[in-house]
Every structure is written in C-alpha cells, then in structure tokens.
C-alpha cells in the first residue's frame, strides 16, 4: 500500500508515532507531508530516525502551529496541490492525519480532492487544550465541523476515545506503542546509593504543565537525596525555577532512553495526554510511573500495580515519599510495568491493527 501521514508539528511524540508506523509497515511505501518546529528540533534531525527504503518527505511549507485565516487558507491551499498531483501518480491508498491542525486542514482538503480513504489520529484532545472554556468550544467546534468532511477518527487511547463520543463524534481507540525488544534489562537499575531521581520527557508547555511540576519538585529542594530531571525544552521553561530541577533540553534519543534508565520514577503532570510515548518507555524500562489524573494517562496506569494517578501536588508528594520509603515496593511496580507495557502497549499490536485500518477504509 501507499499510505499518506500528514503531520503539522512533525516534532516530540507525533513524529515518534510517525516513525514507529513507516519503521514497522516495511512493505508498504510512506509518504510524509510535514510541517516544521525547528525551535523543538529540525525535520532533518526527525528524518534521520526514519528507514531510508521505503519512505519519502515533502515539506508542506505554509503549515504552521497557530491559527490564523490567511496562513490557514495557504496551508489547505499546499496541501490540496500536494495530495492532488501524488493522486494523479497513484500514490495514494490511504491518508493518515495526524494531531488537530492536520485532521481539520488534511480533511477538508481530502473532502476536495475526492479521497474517501482517511484516517485521523488527534494525538491528545485538543478541546482539552486550555483552561479557558471559550477556548475549549472552540476546538470542540473545530472538531465537530472536521468530523463533517469525512474521515475516520481513531484515538491513542480509549480515554481519549470516549472524550470524542461525549461530543458527538463516532471514535475508534488504538493504544500506541513501542519496541519492548530493543529496551535495556532490568538490572540496569541505579545504585541505592544514588539520588532518587524523578524524571518526566516532554515539551516544556502548557499541556504538560510544568508549573506543578515545580511546585511538586520545589516542596523537595531541602531534601538533598532527590533530584528532578526535565528532559525537553519549550516556551514555559522558565516556570521551572526550583533550585533541583535539571532542564536537559533536547537530546539525543540515546540519551533519554539512558537517562530514563537510571531513573526511580517517572513523574507526569501533564493536563491532557492521547497516550504518551515518553511514559511507554518509562514503563518498557521497568519504571513505576506518578501520573497526573487526566485523558491519556489514566490509561496507563493500574492503581498500586505499576504506580498511581495524582490530581493534586500534595498528593504527588505523599506518594514520592511513600516510594523512597519503599524500594522493594518500587522493584515490584516496575516489574509490573514491563509486563503491562508488552501485553498493551506492544507496537507489532499496534502497526497491525493500524494496517487493517489501512485496508478496511
């Protein structure tokens, strides 16, 4: 098959979704149209990540993160030009859209160049964006006309899945996933010795609301046995100004994966998630996993089993101390983890069922 992705940020865990699909439909030819979030990291560093063998990149060079009605109408107007002469080559079996920009945008312009088969995958709500209602039922809007255009809309997570039934739009759910084989052992645990080490991966923005991140850490920054690792950047860095915060930015995958390797627990506060690749890993690693209480992560998580969900930083806190206290406890939860992580979230599982998808649309 040749199969079409749409991607407006082609950046942190959507160009990872990305990936592990053209990584494991090896047979099948991908074409990717992506945008660009040079501040977050260079397409032509994403690429490098990607097989060389049967996928190819084209630049969609109007798409941009904000909304606006000129920069909009140019970007449909691109992406209308692009899909209309891969149409005419035969190169089109399929589009998948991928995030909110490139469901609306990819299928109002699918709906104009008369492709039936396609797929939208939110990769996060994003009517769960803001604080703000008005905001909020805005998105909501945006999202009920897109549905209008066609497409099929298949959420990461049956969380996710059921915020869209709530409003009215026909859902499926695929849980991502990752590589269980290519994960470090479980004896790369760090010494007792060492610090506890609470870590989370992302962007630094208001999604992943890294001021109760600090709020969280900074409750801590007396005690000088734990220490907390951001590893990413973005536009609220400077929310992270407790003294034991350490922001890495950006960094080679290599790197996360061992940084994560030598981590006690894997913190997120985020306020909405599709399904985070950055707490898969933790948990192909083995890690007991403190998530925030929201769409996306109370997917992952089995309550006392791999770790638990927090809806305040009070309870985040009483929960890091009961760990600390409780190594063989936290041993246990990872294990747990690591089980739990294979039998859900196994990308083989994943690609599979995003393959049929493919066919059956």
């Given at each position: 098959?040749?199969?079409?992705?749409?991607?407006?940020?082609?950046?942190?865990?959507?160009?990872?979704?990305?990936?592990?699909?053209?990584?494991?439909?090896?047979?099948?030819y991908h074409i990717v149209i992506h945008g660009e979030r040079e501040y977050v990291m260079s397409s032509s560093e994403i690429i490098?990540?990607?097989?060389?063998?049967?996928?190819?990149?084209?630049?969609?060079?109007?798409?941009?993160?904000?909304?606006?009605?000129?920069?909009?109408?140019?970007?449909l107007l691109e992406l209308c030009r692009l899909l209309r002469n891969l149409k005419a080559r035969d190169m089109v079996d399929a589009?998948?859209?991928?995030?909110?920009?490139?469901?609306?945008?990819?299928?109002?312009?699918?709906?104009?160049?008369?492709?039936?088969?396609?797929?939208?995958?939110?990769?996060?709500?994003?009517?769960?964006?803001?604080?703000?209602?008005?905001?909020?039922?805005?998105?909501?809007?945006?999202?009920?006309?897109?549905?209008?255009?066609?497409?099929?809309?298949?959420?990461?997570?049956?969380?996710?899945?059921?915020?869209?039934?709530?409003?009215?739009?026909?859902?499926?759910?695929?849980?991502?996933?990752?590589?269980?084989?290519?994960?470090?052992?479980?004896?790369?645990?760090?010494?007792?010795?060492?610090?506890?080490?609470?870590?989370?991966?992302?962007?630094?923005?208001?999604?992943k609301n890294p001021a109760l991140f600090n709020a969280i850490a900074t409750y801590f920054k007396g005690f000088d046995q734990f220490?907390?690792?951001?590893?990413?950047?973005?536009?609220?860095?400077?929310?992270?100004?407790?003294?034991?915060?350490?922001?890495?930015?950006?960094?080679?995958?290599?790197?996360?994966?061992?940084?994560?390797?030598?981590?006690?627990?894997?913190?997120?506060?985020?306020?909405?998630?599709?399904?985070?690749?950055?707490?898969?890993?933790?948990?192909?690693?083995?890690?007991?996993?403190?998530?925030?209480?929201?769409?996306?992560?109370?997917?992952?998580?089995?309550?006392?089993?791999?770790?638990?969900?927090?809806?305040?930083?009070?309870?985040?806190?009483?929960?890091?101390?009961?760990?600390?206290?409780?190594?063989?406890?936290?041993?246990?939860?990872?294990?747990?983890?690591?089980?739990?992580?294979?039998?859900?979230?196994?990308?083989?599982?994943?690609?599979?069922?995003?393959?049929?998808?493919?066919?059956?649309?």
């Amino acid at each position: 098959m040749k199969i079409v992705h749409v991607v407006e940020p082609f950046a942190s865990g959507i160009a990872a979704f990305v990936q592990s699909i053209v990584q494991n439909l090896r047979d099948d030819y991908h074409i990717v149209i992506h945008g660009e979030r040079e501040y977050v990291m260079s397409s032509s560093e994403i690429i490098k990540y990607f097989p060389d063998d049967n996928v190819q990149f084209i630049r969609w060079r109007s798409a941009q993160r904000n909304i606006s009605l000129v920069k909009d109408t140019a970007a449909l107007l691109e992406l209308c030009r692009l899909l209309r002469n891969l149409k005419a080559r035969d190169m089109v079996d399929a589009v998948h859209l991928h995030s909110s920009k490139s469901g609306f945008l990819g299928r109002l312009a699918c709906r104009l160049m008369n492709i039936p088969n396609v797929i939208y995958t939110p990769n996060g709500a994003p009517f769960l964006l803001s604080n703000m209602n008005a905001i909020n039922v805005l998105y909501k809007l945006f999202e009920k006309v897109g549905s209008s255009f066609g497409g099929k809309v298949v959420c990461s997570s049956q969380s996710e899945r059921e915020a869209y039934r709530k409003l009215g739009i026909k859902a499926l759910s695929i849980n991502n996933g990752i590589a269980i084989h290519a994960r470090h052992s479980s004896n790369d645990t760090p010494p007792e010795s060492a610090r506890f080490r609470i870590i989370t991966c992302a962007r630094i923005v208001p999604q992943k609301n890294p001021a109760l991140f600090n709020a969280i850490a900074t409750y801590f920054k007396g005690f000088d046995q734990f220490e907390f690792i951001w590893v990413g950047d973005g536009e609220e860095r400077h929310l992270l100004t407790s003294p034991n915060i350490t922001v890495t930015g950006w960094l080679k995958q290599s790197e996360v994966l061992q940084l994560l390797n030598g981590a006690n627990l894997y913190l997120s506060t985020s306020q909405y998630e599709g399904l985070s690749f950055s707490v898969l890993e933790a948990l192909s690693l083995r890690k007991t996993v403190l998530l925030r209480d929201c769409i996306g992560n109370r997917d992952i998580v089995k309550k006392g089993l791999n770790g638990d969900l927090f809806t305040s930083a009070q309870e985040a806190i009483v929960k890091i101390f009961q760990y600390y206290n409780n190594p063989a406890m936290l041993r246990v939860m990872g294990e747990y983890s690591g089980w739990l992580c294979h039998k859900e979230f196994n990308v083989d599982a994943t690609c599979s069922l995003y393959r049929s998808l493919y066919e059956r649309v």
